[in-house]
């Protein structure tokens, strides 16, 4: 049964930061490419970023130079660094694993931006 697992989010002030992971299990972790989505209340899942099985990695423009996204695959987990947290980031974040034949998705952990 394949599980990935999301934490690390919650309520922080503008300007502030976040580490969300992501724990897989039931994939071989490293044929994955690994991303993160989030949606906002009345948008679109949107991608915010993405590391292949290389460890090659791409960021949405508005989030580039703020978020890194890591991946260590002893631990079968993904990481999204977040920094200087702007209101506009609130949103539920989503973990995404794709083999290029199957995609499997997290249950999501908000992230609400807010003073």
């Known amino acids: 049964q394949v599980q990935l697992v999301e934490s690390g989010g919650g309520l922080v002030q503008p300007g502030g930061s976040l580490r969300l992971s992501c724990a897989a299990s039931?994939?071989?972790?490293?044929?994955?490419?690994m991303s993160w989505y989030r949606q906002a209340p009345g948008g679109p899942r949107e991608t915010v970023a993405v590391?292949?099985?290389?460890?090659?990695?791409s960021y949405v423009n508005n989030v580039k130079g703020r978020f890194t996204i890591s991946r260590d695959n002893t631990k079968n987990t993904v990481y999204l660094q977040m920094n200087s947290l702007k209101p506009e980031d609130t949103a539920v974040y989503y973990c995404?694993?794709?083999?290029?034949?199957?995609?499997?998705w997290g249950q999501g952990t908000q992230v609400t931006v807010s003073s």
């Open positions: 995404h694993a794709d083999n290029r034949s199957i995609g499997h």
């Open positions: 590391i292949t099985t290389r460890g090659t990695t």
């Open positions: 039931g994939i071989i972790f490293s044929d994955y490419t």
